[in-house]
Structures are given as C-alpha cells and as structure tokens.
C-alpha cells in the first residue's frame, strides 16, 4: 500500500522528514527544518510558502509549532 491510500503511513513519513530536512537557502540554509524559528516560518506566511516538497515540509512545521505538537518529533527522534 502505497501513500496516497494509507494517510496514516504518509503523516508518518512527512514527519521523519522533518528529523532531517535541511533549509536549501536563505539566512538558515543548512539548518534542519525542525529547528528554524518560528519568525521564519511566519515570513513565509506571509510572503508563500515555496511550490513543492520544501513549502508542503515547511508549512507542516509551521502547523507543528503552531499548534504545540512538537512532541511528536521528539517522540520520533527518540524512537530512532
């Protein structure tokens, strides 16, 4: 079974990206996404957020912090 017909399975693995995604440009190029400020990810809803993977990992992190789920990273990371 494939992403597109098990959501679970494709949350999960949005998630385990976010563990070791890195910024490809700007002021925190290199940085891990995980770990960009929150002012950062705001800039980008204001501004856009990039077409593709990168603005779907960014926007998800945004909702992460947004929403204080950060637990479930670390539960990730620790499970790794």
Known sequence: MD???DPA???SDILRELLHYQMP???YKGHLIRTLPIS???WFVQ???PA???GM???TMYEIRLNGLEYLLDGLRKGN
Request: glycine share 20%; no cysteine; net charge positive.
């Open 3 to 5: 992403m597109m017909n």
């Open 9 to 11: 399975k494709g949350n």
């Open 25 to 27: 440009f700007g002021k």
């Open 40 to 42: 950062y990810l705001e």
């Open 47 to 49: 501004k856009g957020f």
């Open 52 to 54: 593709g993977k990168l």
């Open 57 to 59: 990992l960014l926007q």
